[in-house]
């Protein structure tokens, strides 16, 4: 699908389907994740930062897989690793998902991923 056709389906939808490839494994696993759409760019915060399973794997491999609203997107993930950039990152979420939720489900915000959307 063409990015324009995601961007339409990310409008129905707070939580997107993010697939990635298994570092050891090389498997396909896929989790929702939240996302924040800023400057023509999708921003994914892993929910252990740097720890994060599925961030690790996005280093190793990162040729990803995105669904929104049934919809699919593949792009390359790039990480995010200047805190300045990720605190700004950070801002997005907890104006989209409230202040409480994003401290609650992301207590090691030292890292993002960027996919570009077109």
């Known amino acids: 699908m063409a990015a324009s056709d995601f961007l339409i389906a990310l409008e129905n939808t707070d939580e997107i389907q993010l697939t990635t ?3 050891v494994t090389g ?3 896929s989790r929702p ?3 924040v759409q800023q ?3 999708l921003y994914l915060l892993p929910v252990r930062g740097s720890d994060s ?3 690790k794997n996005v280093l190793r491999t990162p040729a990803i897989s995105l669904a929104a609203d049934g ?4 792009a390359d993930a790039t ?6 950039v990720v605190a700004r990152i950070v801002e997005g979420f907890r104006a989209k998902y ?3 939720d994003v401290a609650r489900y992301y207590p090691h915000a030292d890292v993002a991923v960027e996919i570009p959307l077109g």
């Not at 919809?71 to 593949?74: D, K, N, T």
Request: hydrophobic share 30%.
């Open 21 to 23: 490839t298994g570092r």
């Open 27 to 29: 498997q396909q696993t």
């Open 33 to 35: 994740v939240w996302y």
């Open 39 to 41: 400057a023509g760019r």
């Open 53 to 55: 399973q599925w961030y």
């Open 71 to 74: 919809v699919q997107l593949s």
């Open 79 to 84: 990480a995010v690793t200047d805190l300045r």
């Open 98 to 100: 409230g202040r409480d």
